[in-house]
């Protein structure tokens, strides 16, 4: 089959998601500036353990692969093994994202202890000045301390996840070496204005021409860096890149959120691409196979504003979540197109008198409350 076949395959949806992100939890013991969930405090609603198993117990029907775990943090949960063990025993395979406090010398041999399992560590700088000036105070030297535990317990390959922003794309390379030092695997990922990220995107995504060195880098090393369908969007410089070309968003990929809610992408925690929920009648498999929203977003696409420029077939038009949450309309250009139309739009949307209230702003804020010191 011609990557062209299977790209129009994969837009009319899949039997079953192949990228399922499952948050359990938006507690966490982080607050970083472009958390796409806006995590922070635990949710009262939060899905119980013979809930999520539930869920569990459908995907397996479905024969959903392997799972996406994230948060929040994850290991908050104090059911956190007893639900990853119940999924690998289930037949479900489990990557997690975590930004590596709960990983001591124990726990990382308990999780070397275990098959179909794969852990990703969230680190955005490879010093502390770059990355805890977006993840806080201690959290390098905090994954740092995670990553070595991993290694010590002869985990094996585990991945090094990087939010590519503005202060750290000139340490790609540093980025790489640090994986390789570690005999792990880096995945390098988009930043997109979600959750808390629709308030510092302004400041933290790359600039065009950092966007062009993104992609000379991937063309380079990108057959070893993961990326998933991150930066698709790059496509319009030249030969594609490695990874998902197109927008998987309630085709191949959606999101289930701590309480339940499922949504066609995990970058837009919105009411607008709410799809249902687990605990609806019929769970999860009814609202995969059956929503409305599901049905829509997997119909032929409009290219819209995009369709008189000549690479759009390269690069999709690009990601739905950075154009909602950056107020540019659902057909219109990325804000982050490499031909500089996202740019003029967005500084034409800039220009009205109403700006502000034309961005969406993310369904729910979970942060933790800044506490002001009481003086006597």
């Known amino acids: 089959m011609s990557a062209e076949s299977l790209v129009a395959q994969l837009k009319t949806g899949l039997d079953a998601p192949i990228c399922l992100t499952w948050e359990l939890t938006y507690a966490c013991n982080l607050q970083c500036v472009h958390c796409l969930s806006s995590s922070g405090q635990r949710d009262d609603r939060e899905l119980s353990t013979a809930e999520a198993k539930r869920v569990l117990d459908q995907l397996r029907e479905l024969q959903v692969f392997y799972i996406n775990i ?182 191949v990929v959606c999101l289930i959120d701590p309480i339940g809610d499922i949504y066609a992408c995990p970058f837009v925690i919105h009411d607008e691409f709410r799809a249902g929920n687990v605990r609806d009648p019929g769970g999860f498999a009814e609202v995969w196979k059956r929503s409305d929203l599901f049905t829509s977003l997997r119909e032929p696409q409009s290219a819209g504003a995009c369709a008189s420029c000549g690479a759009f077939d390269a690069c999709q038009g690009g990601c739905m979540a950075a154009k909602f949450f950056t107020g540019l309309p659902l057909d219109g250009p990325d804000p982050e197109c490499v031909t500089g139309h996202g740019e003029t739009e967005l500084a034409a949307l800039a220009a009205q008198p109403v700006a502000v209230s034309l961005k969406p702003r993310p369904a729910m804020d979970h942060t933790k409350p800044v506490r002001t010191p009481v003086f006597s």
């Open 70 to 251: 994230g948060g929040g943090e994850p290991m908050v949960r104090r059911d956190f093994f007893e639900l990853v063990e119940y999924s690998v025993a289930s037949n479900i395979g489990v990557k997690f994202s975590t930004n590596g406090a709960f990983i001591d010398a124990d726990k990382a041999r308990r999780l070397a202890a275990m098959d179909y399992l794969d852990i990703q560590i969230s680190l955005d700088g490879v010093d502390a000045v770059t990355n805890d000036a977006v993840r806080g105070e201690g959290s390098y030297d905090m994954a740092r301390r995670a990553m070595d535990n991993l290694a010590a317990a002869d985990f094996g390959p585990f991945k090094i996840s990087v939010v590519v922003t503005r202060q750290n794309v000139p340490q790609l390379d540093r980025f790489k070496a640090l994986a390789d030092s570690y005999g792990a695997q880096l995945r390098i990922t988009r930043l997109r204005p979600s959750g808390r990220g629709v308030d510092s995107w302004d400041h933290l995504h790359p600039t065009n021409a950092q966007q062009r060195e993104i992609y000379d880098w991937l063309i380079a090393n990108g057959e070893h860096v993961l990326t998933g369908d991150s930066f698709f969007h790059l496509n319009a410089l030249g030969p594609s890149l490695p990874g998902l070309n197109m927008c998987g968003a309630g085709r």
